[in-house]
């Protein structure tokens, strides 16, 4: 469901009256109503219906345009119903106390009614409360469309108010898992708000983080542990929930040649389930302090999990043969060669036992 279908199912069975001439409303101000159609909301034509009342109250009509307007923006008659609205004398008072009344006990009411405000009164406060409604509605409904309204409301209050900090610095939180390049744009246009200062900071910071752990993941990847180490320690005392990053840890500490401190936090991740690379780098590590049988022992486990990996056969024929089992290395490293014609190590191991 779109965001605007969940909003004009508030109004399916809104009711029309039809006035033949001009009215005065017996309001506050006695503005003009126009001869033309307007909406009753179901639940005000009860209300007053069970109150025996004669004629229609002014509030009723105000409540159906107010509901129209936001729930209905493309309606035919809004034009007309804007205008009405902005010559009611104190309608923004009205709306602000409906919308006071409404935030904690019927939050989707509360935002029709600032939808309609923020039409009425172009003005980046008003917009922005509509914005913080949409995010307790987001948070209570859980459904996307409120959340990409949120985004869509916050991101035009950006462009309208490159300097106003509070839609610049939501945006920013929002965009952190899903565009770190948009993150930063929106949390700097935000930096200097002192009231923002603080949190836009912190979150820059992680941003900071995030491109430093993927540095030194690369670096990790093409040998170079020593320096990845330098970013990686600090990452996982700041995320220690991030197995990959105790992964990756472990990994350059091996490359640096600590297989003892490699070896404390791959079994720091035994603990998360079974994972092929966690075994293989088990294996390796034990191989490197020359305990070629345990090592062993963790390589075939990985290899359960993926029977074709040729790296991890050919590591199993390495250890046979550190072993002295000749036979049965020389067996893995022709199943690995078969496996994958173009595992150059596994032929390098062949040639060298003959």
């Not at 004009?8 to 001439?21: A, G, L, M, P, Q």
């Not at 004629?55 to 804007?82: H, L, R, S, T, W």
């Not at 999990?305 to 022709?334: T, W, Y």
Request: hydrophobic share 40%.
């Amino acid at each position: 469901m779109n965001y605007e279908i969940y909003l004009k199912r508030e109004i399916e069975k809104t009711v029309f009256i039809e006035t033949n001439r001009d009215l005065t409303v017996n309001i506050k101000g006695s503005p003009v109503l126009k001869k033309g159609e307007y909406p009753l909301l179901p639940q005000d034509v009860v209300g007053f219906a069970q109150k025996g009342l004669d004629g229609v109250p002014g509030d009723a009509i105000i409540n159906g345009m107010i509901y129209i307007i936001a729930c209905d923006p493309e309606f035919k008659y809004n034009k007309g119903y804007i205008e009405f609205l902005k010559s009611v004398e104190g309608i923004e008072s009205y709306i602000i106390m409906n919308i006071e009344k409404y935030k904690d006990n019927d939050i989707k009411r509360a935002v029709i009614f600032a939808t309609t405000l923020n039409t009425l009164k172009n003005d980046k406060i008003v917009a922005m409360n509509r914005c913080y409604l949409l995010m307790e509605l987001y948070e209570k409904v859980g459904l996307d469309s409120v959340g990409a309204e949120t985004v869509i409301s916050l991101e035009s209050l950006s462009r309208e108010y490159p300097e106003f900090a509070e839609p610049n610095y939501y945006l920013g939180e929002y965009y952190l898992d899903k565009d770190i390049d948009k993150a930063k744009i929106y949390l700097r246009n935000c930096i200097n708000d002192p009231k923002i200062h603080d949190n836009a900071s912190e979150l820059l910071e992680r941003i900071n983080a995030i491109e430093n752990y993927d540095r030194a993941v690369d670096m990790v990847k093409a040998g170079n542990g020593k320096d990845a180490l330098k970013i990686l320690i600090k990452f996982v005392e700041n995320n220690p929930q991030s197995l990959d990053g105790l992964y990756y840890t472990a990994v350059a500490y091996r490359q640096i040649g600590d297989p003892y401190k490699a070896l404390d936090f791959l079994d720091e991740l035994l603990n998360f389930g079974e994972r092929l690379e966690v075994y293989s780098e088990i294996g390796l590590n034990l191989a490197a302090l020359n305990d070629f049988e345990s090592a062993l022992e963790y390589f075939k486990k990985a290899l359960k999990i993926m029977p074709d990996d040729s790296g991890v056969i050919c590591n199993i024929g390495v250890c046979h043969l550190s072993l002295g089992q000749r036979d049965e290395a020389k067996h893995a490293f022709e199943l690995a060669s078969r496996i994958n014609p173009k595992d150059e190590i596994a032929k390098q191991w062949l040639k060298e036992i003959g």
